[in-house]
């Protein structure tokens, strides 16, 4: 059995740049704690690793052998066969958009998850209780928190995009 510790290293890097980056959008644009954002940021990013390395162990044994070859090749070594940069991009572009998604549901469903724990008090109350308070209690509308989820997955995800055509161009160098 192979253990792919380079993958896992390289997957945690990523969802370190993912929380960092996203949880500074949560803070900016949905006016939250800091610590709120980082919240949010980490549930919907463990989230959507987790569900995203499912799939891929899912779709993986189904796909023909030439394909399932290059794709593990390049998950696993970083490395790109023959016409492997269009189906990256095509499978990219996929992910982009299916990341997003689930990311907008976890959020919406840790949302829930909070508001059932931790209802909301009533203005005097919140007001009374601000000083001692460490977290805002005060909820963005669904749509800039879906605009913060969009812009904070833009950013991290071209901030990885950047990362791995660094290391790509340190190999060929």
Known sequence: MVFPLPTILLQTFFLTISVAIESSVFYARCQVSRKTSVEYALTINLISACVGWIFFFYIEPILSPPLKIQLVTYVFLNKLGEGGLSLIFIIGFFVFW???????????????????????????????????????????PERRQAMAVLWGHSYSHSVILLVLWLKNFQNTV
């Not at 469903?109 to 931790?118: E, G, I, P, S, T």
């Open 98 to 140: 299916a990341n997003f998604s689930l990311k907008l549901i976890s959020l919406n469903l840790f949302n829930k998850l909070v508001d059932y724990a931790y209802p909301l008090q009533p203005e005097a109350e919140l007001e009374e209780n601000y000083r001692y308070s460490t977290r805002k209690v005060k909820k963005a």
